[in-house]
């Protein structure tokens, strides 16, 4: 299991949002890539990116901010938020991203995450984004008709690394993950799942490693991080303990 500490970028600064909400921003580190260091420095081995700007635009808004980040670690970043053509996606890629991810595009213009995932193998994950069931896209300011699940079908064999399922309707409130939705997804599809919004506390991390949810990849935390309900070296340990169990 991979514990993905979570940098969401607005106007240049570190911030989290309650329920995709850009009006309900807390601003937590106003230097990101000091962030993305301090979380490298406390163990973590990957780390997630949001241009939450660019995800309502449409294309790429935090881009200086995701360079200086990428100058200062040395642990590879995942990052999503705009991503809606191939050019930004060889454009993130060229500059050290590891794995870009796809939301928006992937409800609107499936051929073009195919042919992505086929480009840049292991490279290209999809975020599906879940509000009462219902994808949303356009930075979580439109639902669709479809599900998580219709969704994550189309790219079966697709070559898509992982999806990244995020539950709006927790995200930022530390209430807990939704496993339970979230192991359903994992379990209808053979893509690895990544488990995201409302991580809150230990529990989460110990409900992660619990053998119904061995099929997950990972988890997504944010303000817990942030606010210190979650202590990264715990959290790390019983993730490192489990593995030399296993």
């Known amino acids: 299991m991979i514990l993905f500490p979570a940098i969401d970028l607005k106007e240049g600064l ?10 309900r921003a807390t601003v937590f580190h106003r230097d990101p890539a000091a962030q993305a260091r301090a979380f490298e420095m406390q163990g973590f081995a990957y780390l997630h990116i949001v241009d939450l700007d660019g995800a309502f635009a449409g294309k790429p808004v935090n881009a200086d901010a995701v360079d200086r980040i990428l100058e200062t670690i040395g642990i590879p970043v995942q990052l999503g938020g705009g991503v809606r053509d191939m050019a930004t996606v060889e454009a993130w890629l060229g500059k050290g991203v590891d794995r ?3 939301g928006t595009a992937a409800v609107r213009d499936p051929q073009f995450v195919k042919e992505a995932a086929k480009k840049f193998h292991g490279r290209v994950a999809v975020g599906l984004d879940a509000r009462d069931g219902k994808v949303a896209v356009q930075g979580w300011a439109e639902t669709s008709e479809l599900t998580a699940l219709d969704i994550a079908r189309r790219f079966e064999d697709a070559g898509v690394s992982a999806i990244i399922y995020t539950d709006i309707a927790r995200d930022g409130l530390l209430q807990g993950l939704n496993l339970d939705a979230t192991i359903a997804l994992a379990e209808a599809i053979t893509i690895p799942v990544i488990a995201s919004g409302g991580l809150g506390s ?10 119904r949810a061995k099929k997950l990849e990972g988890a997504i935390a944010g303000r817990a991080l942030y606010d210190g309900r979650l202590d990264p070296a715990a959290a790390l340990k019983l993730i490192h303990d489990a593995k030399s169990a296993a």
Do not use: F, S, T
């Open 14 to 23: 570190a911030v989290r949002l309650e329920q995709g909400d850009m009006a």
């Open 100 to 102: 870009v991810i796809i």
């Open 202 to 211: 230990i529990d989460d991390i110990k409900a992660m490693l619990e053998p």
